[in-house]
T-cell receptor, first 113, second 118 residues
Framework: AQSVTQLDSQVPVFEEAPVELRCNYSSSVSVYLFWYVQYPNQGLQLLLKYLSGSTLVKGINGFEAEFNKSQTSFHLRKPSVHISDTAEYFCAVSVYNTDKLIFGTGTRLQVFP | GAVVSQHPSRVICKSGTSVKIECRSLDFQATTMFWYRQFPKQSLMLMATSNEGSKATYEQGVEKDKFLINHASLTLSTLTVTSAHPEDSSFYIC??????????????FGEGSWLTVV
């Protein structure tokens, strides 16, 4: 079985500061990795995904994530956040060749002016 | 780009009644769709996999007789919450994958549907 751990339930940060949202996963088989963002009262929007190839993945809105197989991590980073980045961020995995997503518990990113 | 749409976005129903939520893939055909529920300030939990033309596959602990799923066409899956109770109040989200899209392995989510049972 697969599982996803997002250790930080909330991350407060000031505008223009860098941020890292942590994600660790557990799986005995190969997985795909995803980060989704959820704005208040909305569905989920894909930020980025790792399927194969380069371990550094760039996504939308200036976010990037790095897949580290030895540490089973897929941390999300942004060098300079904006107020508009305030949202809930979910890390997720899916087993190779399936569409079922296993989500972490989410991290609430709160950007302050 | 590929879009998944849900309807209604918000619904309030009386306890004991049934309510139907639709999930449509607007620009692509989806043989498989997924239904999730999300309790306030919690993560998304997969409820079931909706398969076009066949029975849905439910996750452990999800009552199939309570959460009826019908995937009658390649662009529509419906979730019916039967005999709804206040504890069924939640945010329900569907997803689907566009197999033929340029993005490949991208799963698209609907906007979600807020169900409130009073």
């Amino acid at each position: 079985a697969q599982s996803v751990t997002q250790l930080d339930s909330q991350v407060p940060v000031f505008e223009e500061a860098p941020v890292e949202l942590r994600c660790n996963y557990s799986s005995s088989v190969s997985v795909y990795l995803f980060w989704y963002v959820q704005y208040p009262n909305q569905g989920l929007q894909l930020l980025l995904k790792y399927l194969s190839g380069s371990t550094l993945v760039k996504g939308i809105n200036g976010f990037e994530a790095e897949f580290n197989k030895s540490q089973t991590s897929f941390h999300l980073r942004k060098p300079s956040v904006h107020i508009s980045d305030t949202a809930e961020y979910f890390c997720a995995v899916s087993v190779y060749n399936t569409d079922k997503l296993i989500f972490g518990t989410g991290t609430r990113l709160q950007v302050f002016p | 780009g590929a879009v998944v749409s849900q309807h209604p976005s918000r619904v309030i129903c009386k306890s004991g009644t049934s309510v139907k939520i639709e999930c449509r893939s607007l620009d692509f055909q989806a043989t498989t769709m997924f239904w999730y529920r999300q309790f306030p300030k919690q993560s998304l939990m997969l409820m079931a996999t909706s398969n076009e033309g066949s029975k849905a596959t439910y996750e452990q602990g999800v009552e199939k007789d309570k959460f009826l799923i019908n995937h009658a066409s390649l662009t529509l899956s419906t979730l019916t919450v039967t005999s709804a109770h206040p504890e069924d109040s939640s945010f329900y989200i569907c997803s689907a994958r566009d197999f033929q899209g340029s993005s490949g392995n991208t799963i698209y989510f609907g906007e979600g549907s807020w169900l409130t049972v009073v």
